[in-house]
């Protein structure tokens, strides 16, 4: 396989009939018990999520087609809402975006469903695509967006690429969370990095 053909593709999952929030959330929520049982990925049936939900198979495949769909959904499920930005300066938004990557972190670790659902994620590339295009991208383009403004705004140096900036401010953080999972997350990690980082992003004054 080409490098180019890993790469995370657009994907939407299929969509049935208009939903009725309670049948939809009944489901998800039954995947996710199912989940915190230890299922995997790979074992879970229409058969057992409607059984454990109290819905019947027809229910589910009205509203997706295949067991994959519906995963992608029971894993934005457990996403939090993005952070609302102070926009007060870059370091306060930067700070803002890592604290949400910190928080998640600290969820992951404490949280079997969470665990599981971005463990089993991992072993499906239908499933990446869909957490990459709608998690993965938006956050990073959240991210680049704050520190174009820095370079606007004359807050950060303008020689800089943000993309490999975004990097260095992200990267810490996430290893911590997902390689290092014995690792501190501990408050005020946040703004240490960002911090750290800034010292050497900041205009030279003449």
Known sequence: MSLA?????????????????AVERAIIEGVMKLIEDGVSLADLSIE????????????????WSNK????????????????ELPGTSTRDDLVVLLESLRQRGLASRS?????????????SPKIWAAYHATVVAPRRRLGL???????ENGELRGDVDIELMNDILVGPML??????????????????????VLEGLRPVSS
Not at 112 to 121: C, F, R
């Open 5 to 21: 053909d890993s790469r995370p593709q657009q994907y939407c999952p299929v969509r049935g009939r208009p939903r009725s929030e």
């Open 48 to 63: 057992g999520i409607a059984r454990t939900a109290g819905v019947g198979k027809a229910t589910i495949y009205r509203r």
């Open 68 to 83: 994959e769909d519906l995963f992608v959904d029971v894993m934005r499920a457990t996403e939090p809402e993005d952070p």
């Open 111 to 123: 949280s079997a469903i969470l665990h599981n659902v971005h463990a089993q994620m991992k072993s």
């Open 145 to 151: 967006e704050v520190l174009r403004r820095g370079q």
């Open 175 to 196: 290893v911590r969370s997902v390689l290092r999972p014995d690792a501190a997350l501990e408050e005020g990690l946040a703004e240490e990095i960002v911090d750290t």
